[in-house]
């Protein structure tokens, strides 16, 4: 069982920056391919982004590209999103996942399917 918590959430002004964190219960957290998917009001929960095992790979929805960068910390079982240069449309509720199963890390890693555990999500708005 994992447990994710998801932090950092809040109003932010168009332009800012926010960095939200995920904290992951359990041992194994270095194992798990980790990532961040966010979902917009009448909206599909759509992919962000997502971090390898080690963090040597990542993979970016084009909408993240240039202007977010996930990262993680696998002592302190938790990943991260740096998000920079906010705009409206990125507000959503943002949400961690883990992918606990030994896979190759490509850009299936996008689809939800490969998630098996996920967060109960925090709140981004950006608004003026």
């Known amino acids: 069982q994992v447990q994710l918590v998801e932090s950092g959430g809040g109003l932010v002004q168009p332009g800012g920056s926010l960095r939200l964190s995920c904290a992951a219960s359990?041992?194994?957290?270095?194992?798990?391919?980790m990532g961040w998917f966010r979902q917009a009001p009448g909206k599909e929960r759509e992919f962000v982004a997502a971090?390898?095992?080690?963090?040597?790979?990542?993979y970016y929805a084009d909408s993240a590209k240039g202007r977010f960068t996930i990262s993680r910390d696998n002592a302190k079982n938790t990943v991260y999103l740096q998000m920079n240069s906010l705009k409206p449309e990125d507000t959503a509720v943002y949400y961690c996942?883990?992918?606990?199963?030994?896979?190759?890390?490509?850009?299936?890693?996008?689809?939800?399917?490969?998630?098996?555990?996920w967060g109960q999500g925090t709140q981004v708005t950006v608004s003026s």
């Open positions: 996942a883990a992918d606990t199963f030994p896979r190759v890390f490509s850009p299936n890693i996008a689809m939800q399917g490969p998630y098996d555990y």
């Open positions: 359990g041992r194994t957290f270095s194992r798990y391919t």
């Open positions: 971090i390898s095992w080690s963090g040597g790979s990542t």
